[in-house]
């Protein structure tokens, strides 16, 4: 039992390192009422259940989107980070609080598709996990992942609502946030490689 809580934190902290700064960056956006923290937490929530259900399926033998394409998914967040900039540019001058980050449209259901955009190559590492585990290990896992999700949202809160980071980052903030979702998505996309094989089969 210890040794699966063991290797279940571990496996989580080396897939999820980076969902520290995309929550921080939520939590910051969410500090001028672009969100409502809530729903940051329900989002990653739901976007990470999301990822841990296909996995499951897929460790079951099911594959429901080929692995060469789901880089596809950075297109989640480079959508939300471009409109974000296009907001951006066009309130420019404006009351800051009249703005508006993308992260509002989205909701929670952008939150829970950024979290599956940016975890999608977690997908490759849980399903080998959960397929060599007996069941009552991945469910062990599994409750030690939802866990740690908590503690990553506890943790990215106090950065992203603390008064210094906020009076540091209030400037660059409505640049901050879009620039972090495009190069997000940007890195998924050519990171999967799904551009060169797109560019391969319209060739």
Same mark, same amino acid.
């Given at each position: ?8 934190? $571990? ?17 910051? #956006? ?6 409502? $923290? ?6 990653? /929530? ?5 990822? +841990?259900?296909?996995?499951?399926? @897929? @460790? ?9 394409? %789901? ?7 480079? $959508?939300?980070? +471009? /409109? ?35 975890? #999608?190559?977690?997908?490759?590492? /849980? ?22 999700? #908590? +503690?990553?949202?506890?943790? #990215?809160?106090? %950065? ?19 620039? %972090? ?5 940007? /890195? ?7 551009? +060169? ?7």
């Amino acid at each position: 039992m210890i040794a699966t809580i063991a290797a279940a934190v $571990g496996l989580f902290a080396a897939t999820n390192i980076d969902d520290i700064v995309v929550l921080t960056v939520l939590f910051l #956006a969410s500090t001028r009422g672009a969100l409502p $923290g809530w729903k940051v937490v329900a989002g990653q /929530y739901l976007g990470f259940i999301a990822l +841990v259900a296909l996995s499951v399926v @897929a @460790a079951a033998g099911l594959t429901i989107v080929p692995d060469e394409w %789901v880089g596809f998914l950075g297109l989640v967040p480079l $959508g939300i980070g +471009v /409109y974000g900039l296009v907001r951006t540019l066009r309130r420019r001058g404006a009351d800051d609080d009249e703005d508006e980050s993308a992260i509002r449209a989205g909701g929670l259901l952008g939150v829970a598709g950024i979290t599956i955009a940016n975890g #999608a190559d977690n997908i490759s590492l /849980y399903t080998p996990v959960f397929r060599t585990s007996p069941i009552p290990d991945t469910v062990v896992t599994i409750i030690v992942f939802l866990v740690l999700v #908590a +503690v990553w949202c506890v943790v #990215a809160r106090f %950065v992203g609502t603390n008064k210094r980071v906020t009076e540091t980052l209030e400037k660059i903030e409505h640049w901050l946030v879009p620039a %972090v979702f495009i190069g997000l998505g940007l /890195y998924i996309l050519i990171d999967s490689g799904v551009i +060169v094989r797109l560019l391969e089969v319209l060739g």
